[in-house]
Structure formats: C-alpha cells, structure tokens
C-alpha cells in the first residue's frame, strides 16, 4: 500500500529554472494539500484541492501554482524559483472534512 | 483569519519526565487533531478531539479538548527516547477542509 508518493525526494534549483513537484495517492482521497515546511515556521498551507478540478489557494501560494485532472494526482508546480522557496514540501492526502491527513515523505528543495 | 498558537516551541526533558503541550486559539475550534513528526520525517496524525471536554488517551499520551473548545493539550506521562520529535496540533474551520497547523512544539529526551 503506497499512500502519499512525493518526488523528487531531494532537488537542487537554480534561481529562474521551473520544476514540477509531484504527488500521488492511491487511496482515492478526495482532498489533497501541499505544506511547506521551514524552521520555526510549522506546516504552511500553499494551495489544496476538495475534488478533480476544484484547487483553492492556502496561506502562502505566491510563487507555486496547482492543478488536479485526477483524483490521484496534485502537482505543485514552481514557475520561477526563488531562494525563498528553499523548504522541505510535504503533500497531503485525506478521505473528507474532519478525517486525519496522511502525508508523503517530502521533497528538500533547496534554491541557489 | 483563523490561528492557533502553542507553547512551549522547544522543551527538553530528562527520560522519564512528563511533558505537555499546549494549543490555544481565540477563537472557537470545530475540531484539533495532533500530529507528531520525528526528526527528518513526515507528520503522521495521532488523534482528532470533537467534543467539547472531550478526553482521550493513547498509552502514556492524553489529549484534551477544551470545555470552550478553545485550547487542547497534549500529555505524554513518563516520556521515552522513542517520543523525541515534534507534535503539532491542527485544526479545520467547519467545513471548510482547509487544515490549519500550529507551530509545533519540538521534544527532546535526554536519556
């Protein structure tokens, strides 16, 4: 039983360059998250989705832009890394509203 | 818009210690759930409170809800090595799935 796939694990940017985020569950979880993750900081919501189709911004989504085709998957995608995004990003999954989050392994991403 | 803070940010114990932590809002919660993370780990979801006064326990560790269900807290009795990381409380608004974390409160045993 997979749950919460995120890749890269790790990945090196340089300021400018684009990338993908992924994520993927394969517990047909209608809600999925992504959390970035920096010391002191906790768990900032970057943007989440309640279905296939339906994206909503979180706390901190400048910079990062989502979208979800399928139920599995929920891509982050950064357009134009900056330093600021160096972070460890954590994608999340959940069957419905007051049910636990389960979370993939994360992604260090560092910017340079 | 909505927040929780929780105290202490860092607490070091010697194994065998109790620890708590706390997790207020100002205003009122529909739900907490904790989390914990280990370090160099992803959060894995302990337990989620509802009730107002809501008591539940897992082992050495105790969750409370709030009578207002403004504050929760979390207590680990006798505290091992194995309970090193950082507990997060979270909570959503309503309906809204958005789930919203605290900062975190990072443990340390010192065997």
């Known amino acids: 039983n997979a749950g919460v796939t995120q890749t890269p694990k790790f990945q090196v940017l340089k300021t400018g360059q684009s990338m993908t985020l992924q994520c993927a569950q394969d517990?047909?979880?209608?809600?999925m998250s992504w959390y970035r993750q920096d010391p002191g900081m906790g768990l900032r919501l970057i943007h989440y989705?309640?279905?296939?189709?339906?994206?909503d911004q979180g706390e901190v989504p400048n910079g990062y832009n989502v979208s979800r085709s399928t139920t599995e998957d929920f891509p982050l995608r950064l357009l134009s890394a900056a330093p600021s995004q160096t972070s460890v990003y954590f994608c999340?999954?959940?069957?419905?509203?007051?049910?636990?989050?389960?979370f993939g392994q994360g992604t260090r991403l560092t910017v340079v | 818009g909505q927040q929780v803070m929780q105290i202490p940010q860092y607490q070091h114990v010697q194994e065998g210690e109790d620890f708590t932590t706390y997790c207020n809002s100002s205003?009122?919660?529909?739900?907490i759930q904790w989390y914990k993370q280990r370090p160099g780990g992803h959060p894995v979801f302990l337990i989620q409170?509802?009730?107002?006064?809501e008591v539940k326990k897992q082992k050495r560790l105790t969750f409370q809800f709030g009578e207002a269900k403004k504050n929760s807290s979390l207590h680990i009795t006798a505290t091992q090595t194995t309970d090193v990381g950082t507990y997060f409380c979270?909570?959503?608004?309503?309906?809204?799935?958005?789930?919203?974390f605290g900062k975190g409160t990072l443990l340390t045993v010192n065997p």
């Open positions: 999340a999954s959940s069957p419905g509203v007051e049910t636990e989050a389960f």
């Open positions: 517990m047909n979880h209608e809600y």
């Open positions: 989705s309640v279905g296939a189709g339906i994206t």
């Open positions: 205003t009122t919660l529909s739900n």
């Open positions: 409170l509802v009730k107002s006064g």
């Open positions: 979270a909570f959503q608004g309503g309906s809204n799935y958005k789930l919203t």
